[in-house]
């Protein structure tokens, strides 16, 4: 079952080690990871996402979170609502035909040509899970050279309390 | 002020009166203070008898037990003894030194990465970049040792912030807002456990470290008196409550009485308190106390439902918890039958051992209880050793058996006897070693002489890596593979040290023995040829349901 988790921690070196330690020492292959500061300087918002073999092993891996010195906050989103989404960054070739099939795609996804130049695009494009999914097989019909994506962010629709 | 001076400042105010440790070239600017400070340093033969005399004089006296190693070996030196003292959870600051900031990472001199390779092993660490962080985290990391669930915490310095100036300034108060530990528990949760109490049948009480860390043995006395509860306990519990109690089960699990197993495993309701359902105790999961349901009182969330299901956890700290319990149980459960079950169990099982053909191990623990009174601090090294002295000694006080559980760490028990006595200089402290442990920390004798730190240590001494021994007579057709070790003449080996030594190879021996060696104003190897293959019984095979109990008398 994928489970996207959100950690608020101190924002200091050695923090990101020890969070991605407890997923690492139980054999656990974290599926996508983003990481940034809020607007507290002091304070980071981590998103984790990952595929777990056994909740029960997943449930001591959250206590192990909380129980971490630096860190503030853990939110299983499994059960909660909330909003996800990704962005991409991928290198497509930027051909004739390519280019009326990217207007198809941009009519169906929320996405853009970023930067051309000779025969190579650059798109950004942002979607939750599926959308990013669909948009991807799309995309990789048309030749993708290259790709880079956020991994996961998601953010709780109510306020959570710190 | 000087970075180096300010760290012995900040160990000031923390209340620290000795350290144990070893100088290296990246501690140059702290061991020129050490030489001025006012604290008692003891210069061990090795880090690793600094890491566990620190933990052993933190168990003896429930104070953050310090040691300090040099960056490098001396750090990679320490790991053993911290991660000892993480798995039973003991507060102690390591200290140590690292290659100068601008250097980290260079492979320069004697670097290792301290902090990564201590991660995993402490509750907390810090690598210090700025001299102006240090006082403060200092404090914090006796704050974080000593609170919630205890642990280690190291303290990572390069030799250059130890150099650098900036002004003194302890911080009076911790503000640590992300670590916060729950000290009092929920009160509906605290009221539930009371009602199931009430209604129970079968009631056991399991009690762990955590009672010890707590100082809750007096409430927990007052329950099991209360409820009229049999009372069994984990290694890590030994001495939280008397052995000679009527209500006593001893310790449970693989080594434990076969009575405190069938008390457990016939139960119907476990209050488990401070302790975490380890796999030596439980034996085989799925059919562990089939009928019981479970209350589990413990500070740290973790350890709750991690191995065994729990129905009423609590979380808190064991002695506020056990002290509401106690005024919400208003009712006794009905417990006459159950107490009844449970002494004809302690007759019919009681621990024996056949007194017959060479020294006895479990005699020269019982001797060894007759000459003390009861009333000595007990250290263990790991193996059939600390079973026997975890079996046959009458421990009737907590902080009086010092042995290493979660990691089980040989070479433990003398250096941690060491930190003890400098902790309790006034009692009598004694490691009950085996020749096979007593080998790996055996340098530490001359820290004991020169330091007049007069510590007994009586070698069980069978010619053999015993437990390892017992495993490969029990399950593995008696082939011996590398546990039949030779020793050195730990008598000449005492006086080579100045120290005494005293070999005993008769039963009628063995009491003399002991009383000549706790006579004796200096540190005693007693040297027990005892019958090589003794084994350690009762004992449950790995795997087992803890009611399957095998071989000896039990």
């Given at each position: 079952m994928k489970h996207i988790i959100s950690v608020l921690v101190e924002n200091k070196f050695g923090v990101l080690a020890r969070i991605v330690g407890l997923f690492s020492a139980r054999g656990y292959n974290i599926a996508s990871l983003a990481v940034s500061a809020t607007l507290d300087p002091k304070i980071s918002y981590m998103t984790i996402v990952i595929e777990s073999q056994d909740e029960k092993i997943l449930e001591q891996i959250?206590?192990?979170?909380?129980?971490?010195?630096?860190?503030?906050?853990?939110?299983?989103?499994?059960?909660?609502?909330?909003?996800?989404?990704?962005?991409?960054?991928?290198?497509?070739?930027?051909?004739?035909?390519?280019?009326?099939?990217?207007?198809?795609?941009?009519?169906?996804?929320?996405?853009?040509?970023?930067?051309?130049?000779?025969?190579?695009?650059?798109?950004?494009?942002?979607?939750?899970q599926s959308q990013i999914k669909s948009l991807l097989d799309e995309l990789n019909k048309l030749g993708v050279r290259e790709l880079a994506r956020t991994g996961q962010l998601a953010i709780s629709k109510k306020i959570i309390r710190r | 002020?000087?970075?180096?001076?300010?760290?012995?400042?900040?160990?000031?105010?923390?209340?620290?009166?000795?350290?144990?440790?070893?100088?290296?070239?990246?501690?140059?600017?702290?061991?020129?203070?050490?030489?001025?400070?006012?604290?008692?340093?003891?210069?061990?033969?090795?880090?690793?008898?600094?890491?566990?005399?620190?933990?052993?004089y933190s168990r003896a006296t429930g104070k953050v037990g310090v040691c300090i190693a040099t960056s490098g070996p001396g750090a990679?030196?320490?790991?053993?003894?911290?991660?000892?003292?993480?798995?039973?959870?003991?507060?102690?600051?390591?200290?140590?030194?690292?290659?100068?900031?601008?250097?980290?990472?260079?492979?320069?001199?004697?670097?290792v990465d301290t902090t990564g390779i201590t991660r995993s092993i402490t509750k907390h660490n810090y690598l210090v970049k700025d001299v102006k962080d240090l006082s403060r985290t200092v404090a914090e990391a006796f704050y974080v040792a000593s609170t919630g669930r205890p642990g280690p915490v190291l303290i990572d310095i390069p030799s250059d912030v130890q150099m650098a100036d900036t002004e003194f300034i302890w911080p009076e108060v911790v503000d640590m807002p992300s670590y916060k530990p729950t000290y009092f528990a929920d009160p509906g949760q605290i009221k539930k456990a009371a009602k199931l109490i009430a209604k129970a049948k079968r009631p056991v009480i399991y009690a762990g470290g955590g009672v010890i860390t707590s100082a809750a043995c007096l409430e927990l006395r007052k329950l099991a008196e209360r409820i009229k509860a049999p009372l069994t306990w984990?290694?890590?519990?030994?001495?939280?409550?008397p052995v000679t109690h009527e209500l006593s089960l001893g310790m449970l699990g693989m080594h434990g009485t076969a009575y405190a197993n069938h008390a457990i495993m016939g139960s119907d309701l476990i209050i488990a308190v401070g302790a975490r359902f380890d796999d030596r105790v439980t034996g085989r999961l799925d059919v562990f106390a089939p009928d019981a349901e479970i209350i589990h009182i413990d500070i740290d969330p973790t350890s709750i439902s991690k191995n065994v299901k729990v129905d009423i956890p609590i979380v808190g700290d064991a002695k506020n918890i056990l002290r509401e319990l106690l005024e919400q149980i208003k009712k006794s459960p009905d417990t006459g039958e159950w107490l009844k079950t449970v002494k004809n169990w302690k007759k019919k099982y009681s621990l024996k051992y056949k007194d017959v053909g060479k020294i006895k191990p479990q005699y020269v623990m019982e001797q060894t209880y007759e000459s003390t009174k009861g009333g000595a601090i007990i250290t263990t090294e790991v193996g059939q050793n600390q079973m026997w002295a975890a079996q046959w000694y009458k421990y009737a006080e907590p902080r009086t058996f010092i042995s290493s559980g979660g990691l089980g760490t040989m070479g433990f028990g003398f250096p941690a006897a060491m930190g003890a006595?400098?902790?309790?200089?006034?009692?009598?402290?004694?490691?009950?070693?085996?020749?096979?442990?007593?080998?790996?920390?055996?340098?530490?004798?001359?820290?004991?002489?020169?330091?007049?730190?007069?510590?007994?240590?009586?070698?069980?001494?069978?010619?053999?890596?015993?437990?390892?021994?017992?495993?490969?007579?029990?399950?593995?057709?008696?082939?011996?593979?590398?546990?039949?070790?030779?020793?050195?003449?730990?008598?000449?080996?005492?006086?080579?040290?100045?120290?005494?030594?005293?070999?005993?190879?008769?039963?009628?021996?063995?009491?003399?023995?002991?009383d000549k060696a706790l006579e004796i104003d200096n540190t005693v190897f007693v040297d027990f040829h005892i019958e090589p293959e003794e084994n350690v019984y009762p004992m449950v095979p790995v795997g087992e349901a803890i009611n399957k109990i095998i071989g000896g008398l039990a």
């Open positions: 959250k206590k192990q979170l909380n129980k971490l010195i630096n860190v503030v906050t853990v939110i299983d989103f499994t059960k909660k609502e909330h909003v996800g989404r990704e962005l991409v960054l991928a290198n497509v070739k930027y051909s004739i035909k390519n280019k009326a099939r990217l207007g198809v795609i941009f009519s169906k996804y929320i996405g853009k040509i970023v930067y051309h130049k000779d025969d190579t695009a650059i798109i950004e494009a942002v979607g939750d | 002020m000087k970075g180096a001076k300010i760290l012995i400042e900040s160990l000031n105010r923390a209340g620290v009166e000795v350290m144990f440790g070893y100088p290296g070239g990246a501690l140059l600017p702290i061991f020129d203070e050490i030489y001025d400070a006012d604290i008692k340093f003891i210069l061990t033969r090795h880090e690793q008898g600094a890491a566990h005399a620190a933990d052993g990679t030196n320490l790991t053993t003894g911290i991660a000892n003292a993480y798995m039973d959870s003991i507060p102690m600051v390591a200290i140590t030194g690292q290659v100068k900031s601008f250097l980290i990472g260079n492979d320069a001199f004697q670097e984990t290694l890590m519990g030994i001495g939280c409550f006595k400098m902790g309790c200089p006034d009692k009598q402290v004694i490691d009950i070693a085996g020749d096979g442990s007593i080998q790996m920390n055996i340098q530490e004798l001359a820290t004991c002489v020169a330091n007049k730190i007069n510590v007994k240590v009586f070698i069980l001494n069978n010619g053999y890596l015993g437990m390892v021994r017992q495993w490969q007579e029990l399950f593995y057709k008696k082939r011996y593979s590398q546990v039949c070790l030779s020793s050195p003449d730990f008598v000449k080996l005492a006086d080579s040290y100045g120290a005494a030594g005293i070999l005993v190879t008769k039963k009628e021996e063995v009491k003399p023995a002991i």
